[in-house]
């Protein structure tokens, strides 16, 4: 059997069986960890660190605090922002963040790149710079891509499934013979079916509902924008660093 070149996980529950140490994975989670963590990068912070409690996210923050880092301690719990942090998880909340450490803890996003922590490189992704993505991916030759989706509470989230399928199209236009697994092929199938307008695409997901419900629809719109900046992010020892 050919061992697919690109692999979609939808959550980070499969994560545990699909990431090989080798892999290189991209996480996404376009609402709204991904896309806020690179609003943060591109604000010229020093680095995102995710963290998968709020426990763990206070400890962090007094830790970067006594190395002598100025901090935003951000996150969400069910969408809301987290009593007593900084800001929440919404794009624009992150953008005075230049020379800043973030400390972030999200429901499902910041525990889907700490499932692929063990990975030889793990690097986010987002509407927002999903084309140099892609062209990274293409230049640096990536072997064994792992697409995971940070996904909703252990299930697939349909957004994360649609912005994989537009980064598999486009590398696909440039290396047409990748071989592909049965997730990224139904990501692609999907990005395909739905290729007319991406923020009402998002907007009629259930967790795209469920931020308009809670008066988000800022955070979708910033969200849905295609190809803003070129930066890219990757996971460091210290957190997730500009670059890749
Ligand atoms: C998550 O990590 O589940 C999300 O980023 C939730 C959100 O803030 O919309």
New binding site residues.
Partial sequence: MQIPDIRFLPHPHAARLGIHTLSTVIVI?V???TTSMLAALRAGCKRVVPCATIRTAKQQAAEWRRKGDKIILAG?RG?YPIPGFDCG?SPREFRKSKNKTVILT?????RALLAASHARKVMIACLNNLTAVGRQVVRQKEKRIVILG?G?KGGEALEDTFTAGKLIRFIKSIQPTLHLDAGAQRALNIAETENKDTEAYLCATP?GKA?LSMGFAQDIHDAARLDTTRLLGCLSSSGIVAGA
Avoid: F, K, P
Avoid at 106 to 110: A, E, L, M, R
């Fill in positions: 989670d609402l709204r960890a969400e969408g998880n999200t429901s499902n996003g910041t940070a909703e967790h931020l």
